[in-house]
């Protein structure tokens, strides 16, 4: 957007507005290598190169954080080339590069950040900073104990190792069963996976926390922006020792290969 060059440049950080206005008068700024001294001069970061005595003036982007309640069919990127639906359209244009924080499947819904920060999306997704994300999964059937045992000694399959999972019965319905599963790992479909491997599909599955975040107050499609003590306590967390809870997940129990116990197991 345009907007006036002395605007431009207190906005940047440069100097005060009246301290850029004199930088101008003073034939100090340039816009497309173009001395400007004319005080009323609009110009656009996006498109024009401004410089001070020479050197180059780059926009100071306001961090965003947010958190956004996503509903199903939305596709966690920047841009499809299926043109499909993607969870930006739900949020205003801020004129930024703003990426997912991980990603949630299409069908998934729930608690979603994003941001422009790429330092932090880089804490929160690291594996080695073992956040606590938790989910609702509804699964076809119920997981006996065994079943559940593999998932919470850290499932081994032939492809991938899973970290251990802390599950919790929700209830049932029918044939259904509804579980809670704690999960610090992000792998890709990672809870529909380790369900499928003890022999139960996902029906249907939301992220329900994010560390100590909540969807408290957030409809589905609804979005809030998260306050500073909310980023530096992500942040904190990630850096931090992990809580106790966290902490029974570094000494896993032995691991069980899944095979082991369905030995005819197909893909
Ligand atoms: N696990 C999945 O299988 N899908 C998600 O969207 C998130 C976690």
Known sequence: MEERLQKLLAAAGVASRRKAESLIAAGRVSVNGRIVTEPGTKADFGKDHIEVDGEAVTRKERKIYVMLNKPAGYLCTVSDPQGRPTVLELLP??????????????????????????????????????????????????????????????????????????????????????????????????????????????????????????????????WRFLKKEEVRRLLRDAKGAPPPERARFAAPPPKRKTRERYPFYKK
């Open 93 to 222: 244009d801020w004129h930024t590069r703003l990426y997912p924080v991980g990603r949630l499947d299409m069908d998934t819904t729930g608690l979603l950040l994003l941001s422009n920060d790429g330092a932090f999306t880089n804490q929160m997704i690291h594996p080695s900073k073992r956040i606590n994300k938790v989910y609702r999964v509804t699964v076809a059937g119920s997981p006996d104990e065994e079943d559940l045992a593999l998932l919470r000694g850290g499932l081994v399959t032939e492809e991938e190792t899973f970290a251990p999972a802390k599950i919790r019965f929700l209830s049932k319905k029918g044939k259904k069963t509804t579980w809670e599963v704690v999960i610090h790992e992000g792998k890709k479909r990672q809870v529909r996976r380790m369900f499928r491997e003890i022999g139960h599909e996902v029906e249907s599955l939301a992220r329900t926390n994010f560390d100590f975040l909540s969807l408290k107050g957030l409809k589905e499609g609804e």
